[in-house]
């Protein structure tokens, strides 16, 4: 891996996630009846979520990220199931991010995990199997970064990221569709054909294995709506087709059959194209901040870091000095390369 392209899914991220933040859970409507020539900079929020927001600043997304790297610094580039619980213990000590921003799936686990225990072996469907939100998925960058290139590493991670909050086929397949796409943008020869097959096969083998760990769930396939999604986005030949297709076909709510896919299919539509690929996710409607995020984190590091003018950046380091998310991204990246040529040797 190279260190602009690291930094460009890092940072590519955290720029989905804060501008995202202006319409998270708005509708296309109200978005385009308030932003005519729709958000194209930071904003004043005009979420009921996210009004009080200071533009720049990330949410739950790119927040609890910060912490699953922090946590990973601390352990010297380890990670596992006991290190993500306690990423995710510390993440819900913090007042601005967590309480404000966390969905109720994660914060129904945080409760569990406070009381020492994931779920005993006989309520794990009545804990995981209804989970099929996009918790897992949102926070996933670090972990595909880590593991580098090799996708079983990068799905064990995964799979060991979403164990404490959304242990289920279609959570954790989802979560292994993102975290394999990021993986594979990583690389100098990748395209976006390649992207979305690995993002396809992540999905896949993810999907059995934790099905086959006795945690299937109802739901269609994740592996199955993606490609659906990218067949629809490959054929707009427009924004308004592609908003179309995403309200009225593919959905763009929290649950994974619904943001996973309109990450690819935004994918599909624009090419890789940073710019226009966050623009599309903001102005879409629905989980804006977490399909921007999860987009950011692909394209960002597909085109590297330089794609994000340095303006964003430095907006986003000031405005998240509270998570120390510039020092954060910095020593990430450095364990990071250097777990990338401890592989090559």
């Known amino acids: 891996m190279k260190h602009n392209k690291v930094l460009g899914a890092l940072y590519g991220a955290a720029y989905g996630d804060s501008l995202g933040a202006v319409t998270e859970f708005c509708t296309y409507e109200e978005i385009k009846k308030k932003f005519p020539e729709g958000v194209h900079e930071y904003t004043d929020s ?35 199931r006991d290190i993500a619980i306690k990423a995710i213990l510390t993440w819900s000590k913090d007042e601005e991010v967590f309480v404000k921003y966390a969905g109720s799936n994660t914060k129904a686990a945080i409760e569990r995990l406070r009381q020492g225990s994931i779920v005993e072996e006989r309520d794990k469907l009545f804990h995981f199997q209804g989970k099929n ?69 992540g999905a896949r083998i993810t999907w059995e294995e934790v099905s086959n760990e006795g945690y299937a769930t109802f739901g269609p396939r994740i592996e ?6 990218v067949n629809l986005g490959s054929k707009c030949t427009n924004q308004e087709e592609l908003f179309a297709a995403l309200n009225n076909d593919i ?7 619904e943001s996973i896919p309109a990450v690819f299919a935004i994918l599909a539509y624009t090419k890789g194209d940073l710019k226009e690929s966050i623009y599309c996710a903001v102005n879409a409607g629905g989980d804006s901040d977490t399909i921007a995020s999860m987009l950011g984190a692909i394209v960002g590091g597909y085109q590297g870091v330089d794609a994000i003018p340095i303006d964003i950046r ?23 390369l250097c777990n990338d040529k401890e592989d090559i040797v």
Not at 318 to 335: G, P, W
């Open 133 to 201: 939100t996009n918790g897992g998925a949102m926070k996933i960058s670090p972990i595909a970064l880590l593991g580098g290139n090799d996708n079983s590493k990068v799905i064990q991670y995964t799979k060991d990221l979403c164990w404490p909050t959304h242990y289920n086929a279609s959570a954790v397949s989802a979560a292994s569709a993102i975290a394999c796409a990021i993986s594979e943008a990583q690389r100098e020869t990748a395209t976006i054909n390649s992207i979305i097959e690995q993002a396809l096969a």
């Open 314 to 336: 430095n907006r986003i380091e000031e405005k998240n000095e509270n998570i120390r998310l510039k020092e954060t991204i910095e020593e990430f990246t450095q364990i990071v």
């Open 46 to 80: 005009i979420s009921v979520i996210t009004n009080s927001i200071d533009p720049g600043s990330v949410t739950d997304d790119f927040g609890s990220s910060c912490y699953v790297m922090q946590e990973i610094i601390k352990n010297k580039g380890s990670f596992n």
């Open 224 to 229: 199955n709506r993606i490609q659906y999604a």
């Open 251 to 257: 959905g763009t709510g929290i649950q994974v059959a």
